[in-house]
């Protein structure tokens, strides 16, 4: 999730028209306490304090936390960690004061981070961050699209190597839609990774960006509050994203890209959607069906364990001007009602990057209290 890759994809949203229809925030960075809410104190005192100049002396600690390897330590790491965990919970607050329906954070998704060591290139969980904020209003599952298991949810459908959109989708659609008859959940978090699409150097799935756009107009189609964070996937996932957020809003995008600044790096053919591969589906329809039976069968005969009653923390106010003042895409309050239009989506810019005079920028504060105005430009 290099800032880089995040600033192509806000690009590409820009110049496909796209950010017209959001309300683009720039959130504050999370704080100490709002990381420690899931990490371990010292996991964080530790990702405040490395640099690359003081590593060499911590060598007993990056061990113990796991960084150096495929989690390496960088220049503003923990501004790092800061921001992208900010954009979630950010977009997780809003959805509980119900200023949108959709919240998107693109430069978040880093589900492998643990609660005391970072991995596979994951620092600070934002998932589980955002999923707490959003049980503070909200009974609420977490949904991913990446091919690898997960910290935050609890249960994974295995699929073998070369899994297409037919095959995907005879799986996703009918689980899911038993997972939300079951579950009944508030608030969903989806989380996008791009390394099921086809092409992925690392992946072994063969999805089209459309077939995964699909599973994001599926879920929108329950009409709850929704919160889309990026993941994994390690060549295209600004396409994904447009690809997403052409099914948000209902809106066919041209496949021949438009013209902007980062235009030469899809070439040679310059075009949104990446086709399929003729690799083989290895996984058989008579296996599929064995999951989809059981795992519905599974859901169908699940029993809420007993949990203990915790006080529940208080919630994140927002100050008197911006309850007021701010307006979002779609009048009202009401959830969304059909699949051809797309009400009250935020994306959260998380990444510092310059935004296209067209767009409507806000400033998020999860750090000030209620008493501190906000700055906002709203949409007209």
């Not at 200023?99 to 643990?114: E, P, Q, S």
């Not at 991913?144 to 459908?157: A, I, Q, R, S, Y």
């Not at 978090?189 to 459309?210: T, Y």
């Amino acid at each position: 999730m290099k800032p880089h890759r995040i600033r192509m994809t806000h690009a590409l949203l820009a110049h496909y028209g796209l950010l017209q229809h959001m309300q683009v925030l720039k959130p504050f960075p999370a704080r100490d306490r709002d990381l420690c809410r899931f990490h371990a104190d010292d996991y964080v005192t530790f990702l405040r304090s490395i640099t690359p100049e003081t590593q060499q002396d911590q060598l007993r600690q990056l061990k113990r936390f796991n960084v150096g390897e495929d989690c390496p330590v960088f220049d503003g790491l923990y501004n790092y960690c800061q921001t992208y965990a900010g954009g979630s919970v950010g977009g997780a607050v809003k959805l509980n004061h119900g200023l949108c329906d959709i919240a998107i954070n693109w430069a978040g998704g880093l589900h492998h981070a643990k609660k005391c060591e970072a991995s596979g290139f994951c620092y600070v969980n934002d998932i589980v961050l955002a999923i707490l904020e959003l049980l503070k209003q909200h009974e609420e599952m977490s949904v991913m699209l990446d091919m690898e298991k997960g910290n935050t949810t609890p249960f994974n459908v295995p699929l073998d190597d070369g899994i297409d959109d037919e095959t995907y989708q005879s799986l996703f659609k009918p689980i899911v839609g038993k997972v939300m008859e079951v579950f009944r959940p508030g608030a969903v978090v989806l989380q996008c990774g791009a390394d099921s699409l086809s092409g992925d150097r690392l992946g072994c799935f063969n999805l089209s960006i459309k077939g995964h756009a699909e599973c994001v107009r599926y879920m929108r189609s329950f009409n709850v509050p929704l919160l889309l964070v990026g993941g994994g996937g390690y060549t295209i996932l600004m396409l994904l994203v447009v690809g997403a957020m052409r099914s948000c809003f209902g809106i066919e995008v041209d496949d021949k890209m438009p013209q902007h600044e980062y235009y030469e790096y899809f070439g040679p053919d310059y075009n949104l959607h990446v086709a399929p591969s003729n690799m083989e589906n290895k996984n058989s329809r008579q296996l599929l069906e064995e999951i989809r039976v059981k795992l519905l069968d599974n859901l169908t005969n699940f029993t809420c364990p007993s949990a203990q009653f915790q006080e529940r923390p208080p919630d994140t106010e927002f100050p008197e001007d911006d309850q007021k003042g701010v307006v979002l895409h779609g009048e009202g309050t009401d959830r969304m009602a059909d699949d051809t239009s797309c009400a009250r989506v935020l994306d959260i810019g998380s990444m510092s990057i310059e935004e296209p005079v067209s767009a409507k920028v806000e400033q998020e504060s999860l750090n000030k209290s209620s008493d501190q105005p906000v700055p906002m430009y709203t949409k007209p």
